[in-house]
């Protein structure tokens, strides 16, 4: 269940100016690359001055790493060793490292160079020493997106989760025509087109909907973008909508048109940026979806330059032929499922295709449908930060959050994921509303806890079924977390529950002490309003400087009137109460509500005090108004004080 406010990003257009070109394209390298089967972790090993290279156990021999101005120079053969990079020289002094969507440019002698079309210094020039370019090893592995550090003894070691399908390295983000792949497309998102020539694949948003492509130097920019629209839109509508999102953006429009006389009508922007770069947009209705492309040529100084892409953007088509052997398909997306990654974690899953995503904060898919948790922490010390305490901990926690007859656990199983041993433990609750289903991997592994949390509300079928190829597709890398992280914590929800935070507020003179395991909302006790969740509740203190009391109490007892004679409302006021809250007089309401058929406790406490007008509220669902939770709620309302 859900515990903690969570803010889902909305994917919005990511057209934007050159300056943030390959921003776009950096922002995709926690992405699994969308054509990859299996992943591995490799990990280099090696020392300056010495010529033995050790890559997941495997040795090799290279020529030995030196210092230079501070900067460990490496061969760059080692990262095709290693990781399976495509290392590519061009005339006479350039060289070309390409790693899944990464693209590092760099010249023999010069510190300029182009990391995946942005422009970086390097803190030493590469240089050729007896026959060999040797490169400065933090800037390409980090360019790669490799992970570099380093142990007591100096020995380097460098990090990449590298992707294989049928056994070769996903290593050349562009096209091979000699394989036959000529163009390139999503299936998922049912869109195809002529393979940009010269420009490597940057990625694009998280659940597939925009693909970004880049050259070296930054000059050319594609995006195309599917976005789901039920209502069918004529190429007028299309025009209005492009112009729109041109003018909101402060781009001058150039030129505008609708072409009709073609197999798939489409409206058509030339625009000016505010940095003068030029872009053409087309927009598409087909397949229940707009589609939109988005091109810039950063050389282009009039609009008619950009004619010269015609046959590119011309070759766009909203259908996807699987059986073109000559198109590459962008889609990760297999039996309904796509895959999600986060490097940091070392954890790759798939999930249903339709789920939002953040790999991020590891969480797909939304409450009303059902979705994937995935967190980690460290492990307690003593019988609580054994596999079996960490059972017992979830067993009793849902005791202390549900009262009896709102929950059951199911069942409890042992797991196996990526050679880690697990539990799962399955249970159902019921706010009100219908009954969840909710499976709890637990897994322990190097002093840290992974603890996956896949939630089906009732009646969502779809989400129940692909629960067992999701649970098939998790796997962790296990030395991620410790290589990554120190000590990150253990989970809020499961600690003692009389356990608080003393916290106080100056500039409204008070001073509460929170449950540690309440879920700040806004903790910022100098601003007007202070609010916290937990399973299933919330507790709120507003301060009004403005505000009389006895107008927020009228306000209140005209609410509770109206909402007793009113059918419609659900809402029964069961108490007011003249009390000393604080050590002043206060007015406090207790009330019953009914709302998308979960009930629910509230209770306002009003008084004033020093000019300010306080409200301390709180709500308890009828579903979770154990005695654990009431007795937190109680302990924190007697906790408040005003400073003198």
Not at 176 to 183: P, Q, V
Not at 253 to 280: H, N
Not at 395 to 423: D, N
Request: net charge negative; hydrophobic share 35%; proline share 3%.
């Amino acid at each position: 269940m859900v515990r903690e406010e969570r803010t889902v990003h909305n994917n919005k257009k990511w057209r934007t100016t050159s300056a943030l070109l390959a921003a776009l394209v950096l922002s995709t390298s926690l992405s699994l690359p969308v054509w990859a089967d299996s992943i591995e972790t490799r990990v280099l090993t090696l020392q300056k001055g010495s010529s033995a290279a050790v890559v997941n156990g495997k040795s090799y021999s290279i020529a030995k790493p030196y210092i230079k101005q501070g900067v460990v120079m490496v061969p760059v053969g080692v990262f095709k060793k290693a990781f399976g990079s495509v290392i590519r020289l061009e005339g006479n002094n350039r060289v070309r490292v390409l790693q899944g969507p990464h693209v590092v440019v760099m010249s023999i002698g010069s510190t300029t160079a182009w990391v995946d079309g942005k422009k970086i210094a390097l803190p030493v020039e590469p240089q050729m020493v007896s026959g060999t370019l040797m490169v400065p090893l933090r800037s390409v592995a980090q360019g790669i997106g490799a992970k570099v550090s380093k142990d007591k003894n100096g020995k380097l070691s460098i990090s990449l989760v590298v992707t294989d399908k049928e056994g070769t390295p996903t290593t050349n983000t562009g096209i091979d025509s000699t394989a036959g792949k000529t163009r390139i497309g999503n299936s998922y998102y049912e869109w195809s087109m002529n393979y940009p020539s010269g420009m490597v694949i940057g990625g694009g948003a998280d659940n597939e909907s925009v693909s970004a492509f880049a050259d070296a130097t930054g000059r050319y920019y594609l995006e195309v973008h599917a976005t789901a629209q039920q209502v069918e839109l004529d190429t007028d509508d299309l025009l209005q909508r492009i112009e729109k999102d041109a003018q909101s953006s402060g781009d001058v429009v150039l030129d505008s048109e609708t072409v009709t006389q073609v197999s798939v009508p489409y409206a058509r922007v030339i625009s000016k940026d505010s940095e003068g770069i030029l872009w053409e947009v087309r927009a598409y209705y087909a397949n229940n979806k707009v589609y939109e492309i988005y091109f810039a040529d950063g050389d282009a100084s009039h609009y008619k330059d950009l004619d010269y892409y015609a046959g590119l953007l011309n070759s766009f088509k909203p259908s996807f032929n699987v059986g073109d052997k000559s198109l590459k398909d962008l889609s990760s997306i297999e039996n309904g499922l796509r895959s999600v990654m986060n490097t940091d974690y070392g954890i790759v899953a798939s999930v249903p295709a339709d789920w939002k995503v953040d790999n991020q904060a590891m969480f797909y898919g939304d409450e009303e449908n059902g979705y994937l948790s995935i967190r980690v922490t460290s492990a307690p010390k003593g019988q609580e930060g054994t596999l079996e305490g960490w059972a017992d901990q979830m067993k009793s926690w849902i005791g202390e959050a549900f009262v009896p007859g709102s929950y059951e656990i199911a069942s409890l199983k042992p797991v196996e994921i990526s050679g880690g041993k697990g539990q799962i433990q399955e249970i159902r609750y019921n706010y009100g509303d219908g009954w969840t289903t909710e499976y709890q991997v637990m897994l322990q592994n190097n002093g840290y806890r992974y603890y996956l949390e896949y939630n089906v509300p009732e009646g969502k079928e779809e989400t129940a079924r692909a629960w067992d190829d999701v649970l098939k597709s998790i796997y962790i890398d296990y030395e991620a977390v410790p290589s990554n992280f120190g000590r990150i914590g253990e989970e809020a929800f499961l600690m003692d529950k009389s356990k608080v935070t003393a916290r106080s507020s100056k500039a409204y003179q008070y001073k509460v002490s929170i449950p540690r395991y309440w879920t700040a909302i806004n903790d910022r006790y100098e601003s007007y309003r202070v609010e916290y969740g937990f399973i299933g509740g919330r507790f709120e203190i507003l301060s009004e400087r403005e505000t009389d009391a006895e107008n927020v109490i009228s306000e209140l007892k005209q609410y509770f009137n109206e909402a007793a004679t009113s059918k419609r409302n659900k809402v029964k006021l069961l108490s007011t109460e003249n009390i000393t809250f604080a050590g002043v007089p206060a007015v406090s309401f207790k009330s019953h509500h009914v709302q998308d058929n979960i009930g629910y406790t509230s209770r306002d406490i009003v008084f004033e005090s020093g000019g300010v007008t306080y409200t301390i509220s709180t709500a308890i669902n009828d579903a979770n108004a154990t005695e654990a939770q009431n007795q937190a709620i109680e302990k924190a309302l007697a906790s408040f004080e005003l400073l003198k």
